[in-house]
């Protein structure tokens, strides 16, 4: 893609910075959880942890295809429920559903599976064990099942990526649009511009990232801006906390997740101030296994 006025960095000066503590920080997480398997292997990933869902994020990995489903780790089964349970009337947005607990608080959830392939399961459920078969119950169009992981001590949806093995991807996430909108909600795209006034812009970033076979728009993992080397907004798609009936998502410290998901794969990233002089702004994008996009804007400010 071709963006007037920019130039793409592969490791910027900023990234550099940051790489050496994410990398420390994953190598803890490895250390601390074991590495779970997705609950299978032939499904495809059709939208993952924070991709859009009608300006929501995904609080989970969605599947798309037929087959048993597998538990992504030992523990033991917590809750169940599948179309014979009278307890509540309502329709459930999980259809069938497991919930299996790995201690510590960690729970795995697999959900809108097969409501007529019931499954006799022991209490204890151990590591790749047939749990169900994949459907299309509760609220799924299409036949799939649905994975995510809840930590009950922290209060927070986990991000798979982050514990469960990665699946292949060599594809970098693809910067698609940046738009900066000022306080009178003036809108302006820095590929198109030589100049710009001072003052204070909201920066939305467009971002979008692909499976291996290109199938699905799913969501990076981090973004970052920065404007003349310093970082001024960044998104972490590692956990969504639940607090009060609100999610919130960390962006540069807890927000809601509604002021940082504007639909369509447009995240807002926070406020950039610019003053007079020549400006740079960056905005780099990555996925979890580090492939990553990098886009650079230069303009005068007047």
Known sequence: MNVPHA?????????????????????????????????????????????????????????????????AETGEILFRRDASDTASRLPSPLGTWIAIDHGDGLISMYSR?????KLRLPTTIEKNMVIAAAGNSGWAKETGFYFSLFDRKERQWVNPA??????????APLIQSVRLQSASNRSLDPSQIKAMSQGRYTVFVTVADFTALGEATLAPFRIICSLNGREVGAITLE???????????????????????????????????????QSALEILTHDVNENIQSVVYNFAVE
């Not at 398997?37 to 991709?51: K, Q, R, T």
């Not at 982050?162 to 594809?171: A, C, E, G, Y």
Request: aromatic share 10%.
């Open 7 to 71: 130039r793409r960095e592969r490791m910027p000066g900023t990234y550099s910075r940051i790489l050496p503590l994410f990398i420390s920080i994953i190598c803890i997480i490895t250390f601390m959880v074991p590495a779970m398997e997705y609950p299978s292997s032939d499904a495809i990933l059709i939208g993952n942890f924070g991709a859009d869902n009608k300006g929501m994020p995904y609080l989970g990995d969605s599947f798309m295809g037929e087959g048993v489903i597998r538990a």
């Open 162 to 171: 982050m514990i469960v093995s990665h699946l292949p991807d060599t594809r």
């Open 113 to 117: 599976l097969d409501d007529k392939k």
């Open 239 to 277: 956990t969504f906390s639940a607090r009060d009936g609100i999610l919130w998502i960390y962006r540069n410290g807890l927000v809601p997740v509604k002021q940082v998901y504007a639909g369509m794969s447009v995240f807002e990233l926070g406020d950039a101030v610019f003053t007079r002089g």
